[in-house]
């Protein structure tokens, strides 16, 4: 009988361990001068340096140093007061060298932590996840694999190799090992690195695009019987390209592991890779087989050792955390914790706060983005701020706030932005969309619904207050629905003596 | 001219007595001579040369300033790589392979104004004493051809002696230019590490290498060194600081109160009978000259090569991983059926030679896993030490001394079975790499047992090459006073080919 | 008593993807032997307290400024390449994952 979810969870308790690996937004590469904009022809950004050529030699990105202490700071990690390059000797050909330049035993920054909020049976709970290093080392190159019946690498007949990715910085996060998550494991993870995430974008050091692999996460997980304390053996898993995919292939793990431990199967350390499509995992290369990487200090590069001053004057540029941020705009906005979540989760709350910025009410900054611009987004299938921008979302709203526009025409000049038509004064001219305000012109279509409808008009002057509707709706219909009906009602109210 | 030193061709070509396309031209004549007995040469860049020649000379017919050396030949190591010309490294592996970029050297060649005549001969990858080990066939010492000129940069002290170039340059990792200089009657100079650019050095072992000038006088050598030193922003192990002033210490003629400290592990016991005579008798002429001499011990140099040994081959295992077939070089086996991985094995079997194969994996053996704390890591160690040695010694001494090596030049064959005793030609040497300090080794006479030159070792201290300069420039007026003429005119006057 | 046997000679020469006959392997089992034997002594005199040296000398901190500098053209890096193919260097097929 095979175990789902929470019967795998109740009978082990898993213990995880991330690896980030993040890709920095540097000008030029991290140990050559060639540039590192994303789709250029082929081999046109590589030079004997990131091309490994005889004789070339590694000359260290000044930058790149800088936003790996950043990220180091930013995760309340001890900077090293030195630490060094090494080379991690393995063969393979996207490696120009047949070595990556990386760090081994003496990373950059050590022993901080993260702390990530969950929502748990009990409310919302905090986990601290502790870092254990973060280090700087080189991207490779891409190779293509060509013939054979897939595509896909066994089968190919040979193999293209691009190397412009080559060389490009890489700053990697490696996790201690997290344990006593219990069942919200698969959140935990998920939770890690959307925040990690959140304060790379803060500190502007990356794009932190998952989809397009400058975020990568390797997540490991291991499962021991419940209670006893043990740990067992971990598999790795690669190719999690999106943060719901962290989540599906922690629990995918647990499940799989489970089964294989409650069938009496050992588990395999091996590196194993996530299939979207499935939410499973399938063996990559055995881990037991482990390349010997001969680690040794590079000879070509000179030790870093960033001095206290520099440190502190690195330290005083960073910016406010995002957990921070979020509880802060929560306050000053007195947002209640569940609408909080929906903008975070949207991920919206960049979107809306530069709307506050501009001068928008919290609020309604906050229903126009999650309701109606999220609901024509959901339509086309495509990211709500690719298709209205917050400067012009907070026009909008301005110019409800000054009357200019009903909450109704607002919503089509929305639509009609969002369809492409233009601008939202674009949109208002071309079509007409114009509150009138005029109060002579109102007054115009006010006298003639009272002429239609004089029996109306007359009950209306005797104190029924609520039969203005009718007279309204017809002052509505013949404006086109142009009129403010709150000053029409105002207006009509006023000409009939009960205003 | 092909008989007079750099410096005095420079004079000549700056007074208009000869251009420097008739200079680079009797330098090809006297290769196309001499070569096939010497095999200094393994490319002759004839076009390449004389249209840098013609170049210099258009330039001061022009009236531009021009540097020292400017139009003056030279012979360049095949380790460094020369765009569009081949460089091989000694090795198949890199046969046809033409770079497509300049070493800092060479572009600084080029901006001087030297004329570059082609790539010498060298040990493959710069592993040998001897240059047996080229893929290319060895060179043969112009004192007598059936013996070995030294390695792994016996092409370029070859092709010193042969007249083929007043000027060449050399690598030096464990002694490859200074054992060369002395077993050819030659000068050669490894430079402070990191006092020359390694930016396209093809590296052997990177801690270790440091390219440096190579030439029949001290004075030749120091105008070449000023020529190529300097800081490099590419070079990442490149000293910011001025190249010390080497050429004034060469012409200064004095070592009046100077302490010349005799290290007594590197003394010469067991040393070929002729090289200790002529190191004794060169210390008589510094003792002349004013000198004192004091005794230094260095207790850790025994380990020396020991650690050499370990250091070199892992650093090399890991630098020579590049070759593999993928996007330069040579490539066996690909008959589009075999995967990539097994057409890497079958290129670095073919391509490597024996001697690069077994430092390769000696290499990968002392870095890896449960090995590399005794092996490489003790290593490492012992390097601490002698630097620590040294530092003692030089609180002693402003220069230590010793002689080069302890035979002069073996017979080529001799010892191309004995990997262990090949190793120990670099006893004296290796030291100075181990610390990255400077050394030098220059002629002091020929051994009379065999008629063959013996060179005389000068260490100075990181930073201060112009004291090894200064030494050396001394000793080689000294010598050249008692003898009346250059070592080298007694080396036998090769005919046709 | 060999410090180093054919098989473990064999993994290192598999380690450095080097393909070596089975004689080859013998011979520089050997030699390997010989040699490791004269350079163990670096264990005698290497201390726990003797700090290792990867450089010869004390620099730190060189770093270059993240500026774009103008890299080698498609046909420079790939005048070189044993086989190309569209303006990517061509290799024989590649099995097994990537790291």
Same mark, same amino acid.
């Given at each position: 009988?095979? !175990?789902?979810?929470?019967?795998?969870?109740?009978?082990?308790?898993?213990?995880?361990?991330?690896?980030?690996?993040?890709?920095?937004?540097?000008?030029?590469?991290?140990?050559?001068?060639?540039?590192?904009?994303?789709?250029?022809?082929?081999?046109?950004?590589?030079?004997?340096?990131?091309?490994?050529?005889?004789?070339?030699?590694?000359?260290?990105?000044?930058?790149?140093?800088?936003?790996?202490?950043?990220?180091?700071?930013?995760?309340?990690?001890?900077?090293?007061?030195?630490?060094?390059?090494?080379?991690?000797?393995?063969?393979?050909?996207?490696?120009?060298?047949?070595?990556?330049?990386?760090?081994?035993?003496?990373?950059?920054?050590?022993?901080?932590?993260?702390?990530?909020?969950?929502?748990?049976?009990?409310?919302?709970?905090?986990?601290?996840?502790?870092?254990?290093?973060?280090?700087?080392?080189?991207?490779?190159?891409?190779?293509?694999?060509?013939?054979?019946?897939?595509?896909?690498?066994?089968?190919?007949?040979?193999?293209?190799?691009?190397?412009?990715?080559?060389?490009?910085?890489?700053?990697?996060?490696?996790?201690?090992?997290?344990?006593?998550?219990?069942?919200?494991?698969?959140? @935990?993870?998920?939770?890690?690195?959307?925040?990690?995430?959140?304060? !790379?974008?803060?500190?502007? @050091?990356?794009?932190?695009?998952?989809?397009?692999?400058?975020?990568?996460?390797?997540?490991?997980?291991?499962?021991?019987?419940?209670?006893?304390?043990?740990?067992?053996?971990?598999?790795?898993?690669?190719?999690?390209?999106?943060?719901?995919?962290?989540?599906?292939?922690?629990?995918?793990?647990?499940?799989?592991?489970?089964?294989?431990?409650?069938?009496?199967?050992?588990?395999?350390?091996?590196?194993?890779?996530?299939?979207?499509?499935?939410?499973?995992?399938?063996?990559?290369?055995?881990?037991?087989?482990?390349?010997?990487?001969?680690?040794?200090?590079?000879?070509?590069?000179?030790? @870093?050792?960033?001095?206290?001053?520099?440190?502190?004057?690195?330290?005083?540029?960073?910016?406010?955390?995002?957990?921070?941020?979020?509880?802060?705009?929560?306050?000053?906005?007195?947002?209640?914790?569940?609408?909080?979540?929906?903008?975070?989760?949207?991920?919206?709350?960049?979107?809306?706060?530069?709307?506050?910025?501009?001068?928008?009410?919290?609020?309604?900054?906050?229903?126009?983005?999650?309701?109606?611009?999220?609901? $024509?987004?959901?339509?086309?299938?495509?990211?709500?701020?690719? $298709?209205?921008?917050?400067?012009?979302?907070?026009?909008?709203?301005?110019?409800?706030?000054?009357?200019? $526009?009903?909450?109704?025409?607002?919503?089509?000049?929305?639509?009609?932005?969002?369809?492409?038509?233009?601008?939202?004064?674009?949109?208002?001219?071309?079509?007409?969309?114009?509150?009138?305000?005029?109060?002579?012109?109102?007054? @115009?279509?006010?006298?003639?619904?009272?002429?239609?409808?004089?029996?109306?008009?007359?009950?209306?002057?005797?104190?029924?207050?609520?039969?203005?509707?009718?007279?309204?709706?017809?002052?509505?219909?013949?404006?086109?629905?142009?009129?403010?009906?709150?000053?029409?009602?105002?207006?009509?109210?006023?000409?009939?003596?009960?205003? | 001219? +092909?008989?007079?030193?750099?410096?005095?061709?420079?004079?000549?070509?700056?007074?208009?007595?000869?251009?420097?396309?008739?200079?680079?031209?009797?330098?090809?004549?006297?290769?196309?001579?001499?070569?096939?007995?010497?095999?200094?040469?393994?490319?002759?860049? %004839?076009?390449?040369?004389?249209?840098?020649?013609?170049?210099? #000379?258009?330039?001061?017919?022009?009236?531009?300033?021009?540097?020292?050396?400017?139009?003056?030949?030279?012979?360049?190591?095949?380790?460094?790589?020369?765009?569009?010309?081949?460089?091989?490294? /000694?090795?198949?592996?890199?046969?046809?392979?033409?770079?497509?970029?300049?070493?800092?050297?060479?572009?600084?060649?080029?901006?001087?104004?030297?004329?570059?005549?082609?790539?010498?001969?060298?040990?493959?990858?710069?592993?040998?004493?001897?240059?047996?080990?080229?893929?290319?066939?060895?060179?043969?010492?112009?004192?007598?051809?059936?013996?070995?000129?030294?390695?792994?940069?016996?092409?370029?002290?070859?092709?010193?002696?042969?007249?083929?170039?007043?000027?060449?340059? /050399?690598?030096?990792?464990?002694?490859?230019?200074?054992?060369?200089?002395?077993?050819?009657?030659?000068?050669?100079?490894?430079?402070?590490?990191?006092?020359?650019?390694?930016?396209?050095?093809?590296?052997?072992?990177?801690?270790? #290498?440091?390219?440096?000038?190579?030439?029949?006088?001290?004075?030749?050598?120091?105008?070449?060194?000023?020529?190529?030193? /300097?800081?490099?922003?590419?070079?990442? %192990?490149?000293?910011?600081?001025?190249?010390?002033?080497?050429?004034?210490?060469?012409?200064?003629?004095?070592?009046?109160?100077?302490?010349?400290?005799?290290?007594?592990?590197?003394?010469?016991? /067991?040393?070929?009978?002729?090289?200790?005579?002529?190191?004794?008798?060169? +210390?008589?002429?510094?003792?002349?000259?004013?000198?004192?001499?004091?005794?230094?011990?260095?207790?850790?140099?025994?380990?020396?090569?020991?650690?050499?040994?370990?250091?070199?081959?892992?650093?090399?295992?890991?630098?020579?991983?590049?070759?593999?077939?993928?996007?330069?070089?040579?490539?066996?086996?690909?008959?589009?059926?075999?995967?990539?991985?097994?057409?890497?094995?079958?290129?670095?079997?073919?391509?490597?030679?024996?001697?690069?194969?077994?430092?390769?994996?000696?290499?990968?053996?002392?870095?890896?896993?449960?090995?590399?704390?005794?092996?490489?890591?003790?290593?490492?160690?012992?390097?601490?030490?002698?630097?620590?040695?040294?530092?003692?010694?030089?609180?002693?001494?402003?220069?230590?001394?010793?002689?080069?090596?302890?035979?002069?030049?073996?017979? +080529?064959?001799?010892?191309?079975?004995?990997?262990?005793?090949?190793?120990?030609? #670099?006893?004296? %040497?290796?030291?100075?790499?181990?610390?990255?300090?400077?050394?030098?080794?220059?002629?002091?006479?020929?051994?009379?047992?065999?008629?063959?030159?013996?060179?005389?070792?000068?260490?100075?201290?990181?930073?201060?090459?112009?004291?090894?300069?200064?030494?050396?420039?001394?000793?080689?007026?000294?010598?050249?006073?008692?003898?009346?003429?250059?070592?080298?005119?007694?080396?036998?006057?090769?005919?046709?080919? | 008593?060999?410090?180093?046997?054919?098989?473990?000679?064999?993994?290192?020469?598999?380690?450095?993807?080097?393909?070596?006959?089975?004689?080859?392997?013998?011979?520089?089992?050997?030699?390997?032997?010989?040699?490791?034997?004269?350079?163990?002594?670096?264990?005698?005199?290497?201390?726990?307290?003797?700090?290792?040296?990867?450089?010869?000398?004390?620099?730190?901190?060189?770093?270059?400024?993240?500026?774009?500098?103008?890299?080698?053209?498609?046909?420079?890096?790939?005048?070189?390449?044993?086989?190309?193919?569209?303006?990517?260097?061509?290799?024989?097929?590649?099995?097994?994952?990537?790291?």
């Amino acid at each position: 009988m095979a !175990l789902n979810y929470d019967q795998a969870i109740a009978a082990y308790d898993p213990t995880l361990g991330l690896e980030v690996h993040v890709e920095l937004n540097t000008n030029s590469k991290m140990f050559c001068g060639c540039a590192t904009e994303f789709g250029a022809e082929p081999n046109t950004q590589t030079c004997p340096v990131c091309l490994g050529l005889p004789g070339s030699l590694p000359a260290v990105n000044g930058k790149a140093i800088e936003s790996s202490i950043l990220i180091g700071l930013a995760l309340n990690c001890s900077i090293a007061p030195f630490s060094r390059f090494a080379r991690k000797n393995y063969f393979y050909p996207d490696m120009p060298k047949n070595f990556q330049t990386s760090q081994f035993d003496e990373p950059i920054c050590v022993n901080g932590y993260l702390d990530v909020e969950i929502e748990t049976d009990e409310g919302t709970k905090v986990f601290r996840i502790e870092i254990e290093r973060v280090h700087m080392e080189e991207d490779t190159g891409k190779s293509l694999h060509v013939g054979g019946s897939t595509g896909r690498i066994h089968g190919a007949e040979y193999s293209l190799l691009d190397y412009n990715r080559a060389g490009i910085p890489l700053v990697e996060i490696v996790t201690k090992i997290i344990p006593n998550t219990g069942k919200y494991a698969p959140q @935990v993870a998920r939770a890690y690195v959307t925040e990690l995430r959140d304060i !790379l974008r803060s500190l502007g @050091v990356s794009d932190v695009k998952m989809e397009q692999g400058s975020l990568r996460c390797d997540a490991n997980v291991s499962l021991a019987p419940a209670g006893s304390g043990q740990l067992g053996t971990r598999s790795e898993t690669k190719n999690v390209n999106s943060l719901r995919s962290v989540e599906r292939a922690v629990s995918g793990e647990i499940e799989r592991q489970a089964n294989r431990l409650q069938n009496g199967e050992r588990i395999i350390q091996e590196t194993r890779h996530f299939l979207e499509e499935s939410g499973q995992t399938r063996p990559g290369r055995s881990k037991e087989q482990a390349e010997d990487y001969r680690y040794f200090p590079e000879p070509d590069l000179v030790p @870093v050792a960033p001095d206290a001053a520099w440190i502190e004057e690195l330290r005083a540029t960073l910016p406010e955390k995002p957990s921070i941020r979020r509880k802060r705009l929560k306050i000053e906005w007195a947002v209640p914790d569940k609408e909080m979540a929906s903008m975070v989760n949207a991920e919206l709350l960049d979107t809306v706060e530069e709307t506050v910025l501009l001068g928008s009410d919290p609020t309604k900054a906050r229903s126009w983005w999650l309701g109606e611009i999220s609901r $024509l987004a959901n339509e086309k299938e495509v990211a709500p701020t690719s $298709l209205i921008t917050p400067i012009q979302v907070a026009e909008v709203i301005a110019l409800i706030a000054s009357g200019e $526009l009903t909450d109704k025409l607002a919503r089509q000049v929305v639509e009609g932005v969002i369809n492409g038509e233009g601008t939202p004064q674009q949109v208002i001219d071309a079509r007409g969309l114009k509150v009138v305000s005029d109060d002579s012109a109102l007054m @115009v279509a006010i006298e003639a619904a009272i002429a239609s409808q004089p029996e109306t008009a007359e009950r209306i002057r005797g104190g029924n207050i609520p039969a203005a509707g009718a007279l309204i709706g017809a002052v509505m219909k013949a404006t086109g629905g142009q009129a403010d009906a709150a000053k029409v009602r105002e207006l009509l109210l006023k000409h009939l003596g009960q205003g | 001219m +092909i008989h007079s030193t750099a410096a005095e061709m420079a004079t000549k070509l700056a007074a208009g007595e000869i251009s420097s396309v008739e200079l680079t031209q009797q330098h090809l004549d006297r290769i196309s001579v001499v070569d096939g007995q010497v095999h200094a040469f393994l490319y002759v860049d %004839t076009e390449g040369a004389l249209s840098q020649a013609a170049a210099v #000379d258009a330039k001061r017919v022009a009236g531009e300033k021009l540097s020292p050396l400017a139009g003056v030949p030279l012979a360049l190591k095949d380790v460094l790589t020369q765009k569009g010309i081949p460089t091989t490294c /000694g090795s198949k592996i890199l046969e046809g392979w033409r770079p497509p970029y300049d070493s800092t050297i060479v572009s600084k060649l080029k901006s001087a104004g030297i004329v570059i005549l082609g790539k010498t001969n060298m040990d493959e990858f710069a592993m040998g004493s001897s240059t047996e080990n080229s893929a290319y066939g060895p060179s043969h010492n112009p004192w007598d051809l059936t013996r070995i000129p030294g390695g792994s940069g016996g092409g370029s002290a070859a092709s010193l002696a042969a007249f083929e170039a007043p000027l060449a340059m /050399g690598t030096d990792t464990g002694g490859s230019i200074r054992q060369p200089a002395a077993v050819t009657g030659t000068v050669g100079v490894k430079p402070t590490y990191g006092g020359v650019s390694r930016y396209g050095l093809v590296a052997f072992s990177s801690s270790l #290498d440091q390219a440096g000038p190579c030439a029949r006088t001290v004075l030749d050598a120091a105008l070449l060194h000023e020529a190529i030193a /300097g800081y490099d922003p590419r070079d990442s %192990t490149s000293i910011n600081a001025p190249v010390p002033a080497v050429v004034a210490a060469a012409k200064k003629l004095d070592v009046k109160g100077m302490k010349i400290g005799i290290v007594k592990e590197l003394s010469g016991d /067991g040393y070929q009978a002729g090289v200790r005579s002529r190191f004794d008798e060169a +210390i008589e002429e510094l003792v002349n000259a004013g000198a004192e001499i004091v005794e230094v011990s260095c207790p850790n140099f025994e380990y020396a090569l020991a650690a050499y040994y370990l250091i070199a081959p892992s650093e090399a295992s890991s630098n020579l991983a590049r070759f593999d077939s993928m996007r330069y070089g040579i490539r066996v086996g690909d008959d589009g059926v075999r995967g990539a991985e097994e057409v890497m094995k079958m290129t670095r079997e073919v391509g490597f030679g024996k001697e690069v194969k077994r430092r390769i994996i000696l290499g990968t053996y002392a870095l890896s896993s449960g090995y590399y704390d005794a092996y490489y890591g003790s290593a490492q160690k012992v390097r601490t030490l002698i630097t620590q040695d040294f530092a003692a010694a030089f609180s002693k001494a402003d220069v230590l001394v010793s002689p080069t090596c302890p035979t002069t030049a073996f017979k +080529i064959g001799e010892k191309s079975d004995d990997p262990l005793g090949m190793y120990l030609n #670099d006893i004296a %040497t290796i030291p100075v790499n181990m610390a990255g300090i400077g050394g030098m080794s220059l002629p002091v006479g020929l051994a009379p047992e065999d008629g063959l030159p013996v060179g005389f070792q000068i260490m100075s201290p990181a930073m201060k090459d112009d004291l090894m300069y200064q030494v050396g420039g001394t000793l080689e007026a000294a010598l050249l006073r008692k003898w009346g003429s250059p070592i080298l005119s007694n080396a036998p006057a090769l005919g046709a080919n | 008593m060999s410090a180093i046997s054919r098989d473990e000679v064999a993994h290192l020469s598999r380690l450095a993807r080097i393909e070596m006959t089975d004689s080859e392997l013998d011979h520089l089992a050997s030699e390997l032997d010989l040699i490791l034997g004269a350079v163990a002594r670096v264990q005698e005199v290497a201390g726990a307290d003797v700090p290792p040296t990867s450089h010869p000398l004390p620099l730190q901190n060189v770093f270059r400024p993240d500026v774009v500098t103008p890299s080698l053209t498609a046909a420079e890096s790939l005048s070189g390449a044993p086989a190309s193919a569209e303006q990517r260097f061509k290799v024989p097929q590649i099995l097994g994952d990537a790291e």
